[in-house]
């Protein structure tokens, strides 16, 4: 473990955010690696350089780098309506929201969101809602953003939440007719501005039992329901709840890793499992025979095959499915020939894979090197050490060894990074050794008939040249064992 973090530090210490986070997110992936490689016991991955995510000198450094940001709308300390951050929990019966001012990772646009939505529910009759007593009207406010962009200001999505059960439908229909107004205002700095209305709870916020089941469609007011991102010369549609990441530079950086890490050809498929909105496969699509991407949010589906014909590739599928039901059936009907050009990329959430995928992918022999993309770092370890565990009745076929590593500051002012992970089954890593020993034994061997043949060539030094070259030789035979028996003792 000490031996990953100081070579991880060493080599990425120039390319970390400044200040304790960022050498605290390479810190957090060396140590992900180091548990992952003690509780497998697999050798020690080569830890190499981090790569540096932030947006850039034109958005301000570290600054203001997110693309998508999730306010909660509620009241601060003092009882005024803020849009902002939760400061405290649910469980401790308390709910107070933080303005957003001064939080580094939010973008100037953004912010001028926040404050223009702030200024409009603090004059509405409909109160905040409250996470504990479940009352309340204005829930929170989604905002996406596009960075890479040429043609004038920034696009900025907003996708405002509400809970309008039991409230008469003209009152709940005014209070929104004025929230668009005040957003067709310009915004300082200038946005091209899109607004969107959710009514019940966003995803994956919690629903009380007591709480109406609203429909949760998402109806845009003013402007599109997505906006448009660049990424390696591809265009992307993102809808407000499709995954992407959430730095668009630092993506860069990500995509631009996988394609030279994933050694395809023009006969390679790629299955690229929680794929999104297709950004990974679809930045490979031109490079390999076939992309199949299972993703199980039905409008990132739709964003990734609108993605695919906007881009003018054909060679694209993508499935509507979990990943724990999907990725079995896919590779079932796989022909021999696509099995034997498989390489696979897996991007989880934070929870990481379902067992049930690291089982499939386990199960599937032709398939030789994986990619994985970890944003949580406890949760890769357990996944981790499943593909790398010995053979057994629940996980069948040649265990995974990690055999590369690399940190990517996405999350510059915070304590977490992306990490990235090649895996390659135990007995091609073995296959990969022997022959570099091999290789080596032959270029020392050929060394010493250099030298032999050299020392033959000068009679006055025969019998030194002799001597000389029988040591070498004696000295070549050996050094396949001391090299083995070096590694066992290290």
Known sequence: A??????????????????????????????????AMAVSGAAQPAARPALPGCAGPARGGNDGYRNKCEFTIGRDEDGSVAVGFTLGTVRERKHVVGRADGVPTVSAEMLAAARRAQAVLAESPLPPYDKVSHEGFWRAMLARQSFAHADGPPELLLCVAVQAAGLPEEQVASELARLREAFVAPLDPPVRLSLAVRRGAPPGEYKHAGESAEAEGV????????????LLGLSFRISPDA?????????????TLLRAQCSLGPDSVLLDVCCGTGTIGLAMARSVKRVIGIESNAQAVADAAANAARNGITNAEFICAKAEQATRQVLERLTPSELDSLVAIVDPPRAGLHPDVVKALRRCAPLRRLLFVACHAPAFVTNAVSFCRPTSPSFAGVPFELVQAWPIDLFPHTPHC????????S???AEREAAQEAAQAAKQAQAVQTQAAEAASTPTDAAEGGAVGAAAAEGALGAPEESALSRAIS
Do not use: C, K, M
């Not at 109806?219 to 660049?230: A, D, F, P, S």
């Not at 995954?243 to 995509?255: C, P, R």
């Not at 992306?418 to 089954?425: Q, S």
């Open 418 to 425: 992306e990490l990235v992970t090649l895996l390659e089954r």
């Open 427 to 429: 007995d091609l890593v």
């Open 243 to 255: 995954f992407f990441q959430v730095n668009t530079l630092g993506a860069e950086s990500l995509l």
């Open 219 to 230: 109806e845009t007011v003013l402007g599109r329901e997505y906006i448009e991102e660049t």
């Open 2 to 35: 000490a031996r990953a973090e100081a070579a991880i530090r060493r080599e990425g210490a120039a390319a970390a955010a400044p200040g304790d986070a960022g050498r605290g997110s390479l810190r957090h992936a060396a140590r992900a690696v180091a548990d």
